[in-house]
């Protein structure tokens, strides 16, 4: 019979019928504009219930109401086996009518003597009957004499007026208390609307048609006066953990907020924060008074100001403590109830300290006093970084794992479905009025900001791009690109994860990448790329650079076995560059990295190494021979710690190639840039240049605060690199980041006006060397190293030949660059 009903009622769905939204009837939703009310109910009757039950609704109101899709009933839960009845298709209210729904017209008319207006079972032909409602309820209506509701709904299926009574606190806490049979329960006065048992009163002598207009509105009876229940500190605990994991708990709070959550799936999740009623905390710094609920896929039926009354499961979700989804009971008791003063917040910089600080905050109401700096840019999970102002900081570095970073400080408005209406900001803005719940996801604290309508933003001028050097005729310029998951609209892979932009988007793209290879970076001799998914999209922007740059990029690009498709490639400058080998340089693991690559054979037990295998590219630049190694490093998704052995062998696999080129050649040539998604201190990067390492990381050179190509949740951070053989560290002669991408948010990528085209190409800043080659080189022995990475820049080495030989071939060096010159303007 459920089977049938339910099939009945997706039909009727199917073909039209159905009236409002399916869904469960919560207490929040009583706010609707209707002046329709529930008067009185007489459930508990001194005959037969099944035949002389009966409910009075009332027009309190100044304008007819039409009841065609008005539903009266006992089932709060949609297809629920209680009832749920409609009113007849013609039926309207006037204003100050009342109107009598008996169960049956026959009974009414016996006791009282007059017909009642609409019926529940057909027994008069001259009472129209009331409608069954399957969409919503299986049963009848039949009010159970211990405990019920009633229930009124609109045609949107929202609650216009509900009474809960006696042992049922599903839509109302606490109920009505039950009467004694032949008693009714009466609203009095009827214009009393407190959604509390403070609007109803027993009768000893019903009343059906007449209400009362006369008195005084009672007080609402807050719940929290009736009933002691602990405190959410209790709950939270003083730990990192709370104390009643697993454990069904039931609090009581006021709604401080609430947040909506998008996975990258596109499921939406929602999750709001109640917090102990002003005075009814347990006193104790070192427990939180907050405490988040977990509502799953469907809104949960408060909002910021309701007194609930919350029973359900405590849980961790990674180190956060929340009630689950599971078997949820939200009752709401009272709505615009004043919210806690929220906390003054200003975290310490070291991050073992930072999580005993929020602990006792985490869940509850807390803000930044002032104005803050920001410090990363608004990200499209609409959310953006700072630091308060006590903490003088305009900018958080991490230059290794360890560095301390707790400043750093997540502002997310209370939707990532949408981010309409909160700010982009850049770095280097000033933002004041964040207040908002803690929570704690992705390994870190944030403020869920409620009213972005608060935020005042102070905006900074955009700073001045500098040209670059123009380059002499014996110099190249060299950069690093990552194009951030620039793919085309094709389906290759049939996962989700693969981006599949529209076609416009991809214009916008090509736009900005082109316009950062023609004017930011000035056509560079070599750019190495990262994250770009075919060979036609670079061969399309080198046709849309073409006119700027004055020649044609050559594309290298070699297709890789990364999951999602994006790989590494090499533009270069046709007229100077020679390409003459590129192959990836892949390699196997016994580190488990579930890759699968057709171009490698790995022995039993190990792995393929990269998802993106390095590209290698053995070149002639002007007649010299250059080797350029471009890389793409595996990424920290996964975690930071997790992840790490796999990028420390990925630079000890480029050490091997690097070996491999100076065992051939002390003096090769060899260029190593890339995506290297790891702190310029970190291991990986101290293995290529210390140590073992014969590389020079050349980025190093920048003075500090302007030494970051990446900001990762406010913190800049140098992930990418320009390493150089022990041949080209003294060749360096200019070496630079371009601060065009990081510091700007990500709505600035879909702006291509003059103002906004320079800015925000892809999530990545963009460094660039130059290098002259001019000259005969020194060769290096076999056996040296490179210096030790320093925030200094490299010194010049000794020439073994004495000052007077070194000066020789210093005036030899020049003229033959001065000559090279005049024959280079002479093309």
């Known amino acids: 019979m459920r089977k049938r009903n339910w099939l009945w009622a997706l039909a009727l769905i199917w073909f039209g019928w159905g009236i409002g939204s399916i869904g469960q009837v919560e207490a929040a939703q009583t706010a609707v504009s209707s002046p329709v ?47 749920m009845m409609r009113f007849p298709a013609d039926a309207v209210i006037t204003p100050g009518q009342v109107i009598i729904v008996a169960q049956t017209a026959v009974g009414f008319t016996d006791r009282y003597g007059f017909a009642p207006d609409f019926e529940m079972q057909d027994t008069s032909p001259d009472v129209p009957d009331m409608r069954r409602f399957p969409l919503w309820a299986t049963g009848n209506v039949a009010l159970g004499n ?12 929202h609650v216009v007026d509900v009474v809960s009574y006696g042992n049922s606190t599903a839509l109302m806490f606490p109920a009505v208390a039950a009467v004694e049979a032949g008693w009714s329960l009466e609203r009095v006065p009827a214009v009393c609307d407190t959604d509390s048992l403070a609007d109803w009163q027993a ?34 605990g003083n730990g990192r953990t709370t104390p009643r994991i697993g454990e069904r708990v039931t609090f009581r709070g006021v709604v401080t907020g609430i947040y909506i959550d998008r996975n990258s799936r596109g499921d939406v999740f929602y999750t709001f924060f109640v917090q102990d009623l002003p005075g009814m905390e347990d006193g104790d710094p070192s427990t939180s008074d907050g405490l988040a609920v977990f509502h799953g896929r469907e809104a949960p039926p408060v909002k910021i100001g309701d007194q609930v009354r919350v029973t359900g499961r405590a849980t961790e979700y990674y180190e956060f403590t929340e009630l689950d989804d599971d078997n949820l009971e939200i009752i709401v008791e009272a709505e615009n109830v004043p919210l806690p003063e929220p906390i003054v917040i200003d975290p310490p910089a070291d991050e073992a300290a930072l999580f005993d600080y929020f602990e006792r905050y985490e869940g509850m109401l807390v803000k930044i006093d002032g104005t803050a700096n920001v410090i990363g840019p608004t990200y499209s999970g609409c959310g953006f970084a700072v630091t308060t102002p006590s903490s003088g900081l305009s900018r958080v570095f991490r230059r290794q794992s360890d560095d301390p970073a707790g400043q750093a ?69 060299i950069a690093t690109f990552n194009f951030e998951n620039h793919f085309d609209a094709i389906d290759d892979t049939g996962d989700d994860a693969e981006p599949k932009p529209a076609p416009e988007e991809i214009a916008i793209k090509q736009t900005k990448l082109a316009y950062a290879i023609s004017h930011t970076l000035e056509c560079p001799t070599l750019i190495g790329v990262q994250e770009v998914e075919k060979e036609s999209l670079l061969l399309d922007l080198a046709a849309a650079v073409a006119e700027s740059c004055g020649f044609t990029y050559e594309v290298t690009h070699r297709e890789s076995a990364d999951g999602r498709g994006i790989d590494v490639a090499l533009l270069s400058d046709p007229r100077r560059v020679t390409v003459l080998h590129a192959e990836l340089k892949q390699t ?29 590219v053995t070149l002639e630049i002007d007649g010299q021979p250059l080797t350029i190694i471009v890389n793409h490093f595996k990424s920290k998704r996964g975690g930071e710690t997790a992840t790490a052995p796999r990028r420390l062998a990925q630079a000890e696999h480029i050490n091997t190639l690097v070996d491999e080129l100076l065992a051939q050649n002390e003096a090769a040539r060899v260029v190593v840039v890339g995506d290297l998604n ?29 030494r970051y190509s990446f900001i990762f949740s406010g913190v800049s951070q140098l992930i990418d690199a320009i390493l150089v053989s022990p041949s080209l560290v003294d060749r360096v002669s200019f070496v630079t980041i371009r601060h065009v991408n990081a510091d700007y948010p990500d ?20 460094p660039l060397v130059i290098l002259s080659l001019g000259g005969e080189e020194t060769a290096v ?16 080495s000794t020439n073994s030949l004495g000052p007077v030989w070194g000066w020789l071939i210093g005036i030899l060096v020049a003229g033959t660059a001065v000559v090279a010159f005049i024959l280079w303007r002479k093309r």
């Open 203 to 236: 009768q000893a002598m019903p009343t059906p048609g007449e209400v009362t207009l006369e008195g005084e509105c009672a007080e609402p009876v807050n719940p929290a006066e009736l009933e002691s229940l602990p405190p959410i500190g209790t709950i939270q």
């Open 781 to 796: 022995s076999a056996t040296a190293t490179s210096p030790a990475a320093t925030d200094q820049p490299p010194t010049a």
């Open 588 to 616: 196997c693991t016994r580190l488990l990295t579930d890759i699968e690559d057709p171009n490698v054979d790995c022995p039993m037990g190990d792995d393929p190494l990269f998802s993106r295998p390095p590209l290698q």
């Open 747 to 766: 709505a600035f990528g879909q702006d291509v006006s003059p103002e906004g085209l320079p800015y925000r190409a892809t999530d990545h800043d963009l």
């Open 146 to 157: 211990d405990g019920d509701e009633v229930i009124l709904m609109d045609e949107q299926n």
């Open 409 to 477: 400080m997540t502002v997310l408005h209370y939707t990532d479905v949408s981010c309409a209406g909160f700010p982009n900001v850049k770095t280097g803005d000033q933002v004041s009025g964040i207040v908002g719940p803690l929570i704690y996801n992705f390994e870190q604290y944030k403020i869920v900001q409620q009213s972005p309508e608060l935020l005042a933003v102070t905006a900074v001028p955009y700073p001045e791009i500098p040209p670059l050097p123009t380059l002499q005729p014996d110099q190249i310029s």
């Open 37 to 83: 009310r529930i008067t009185e109910v007489y459930y508990h009757t001194d005959g037969d219930d099944a035949t002389d039950e009966w409910i009075e609704i009332a027009n309190l109101g100044e304008v007819t109401v039409e009841l065609g899709n008005y539903k009266l009933g006992d089932e709060e839960t949609a297809a629920g086996d209680e009832g």
């Open 678 to 706: 790891d702190y310029e201190l970190s291991p990986p990067l101290q293995a290529l240049t210390s140590g073992n390492g014969r590389l020079t990381n050349v980025l190093l050179q920048i003075p500090d605060e302007e």
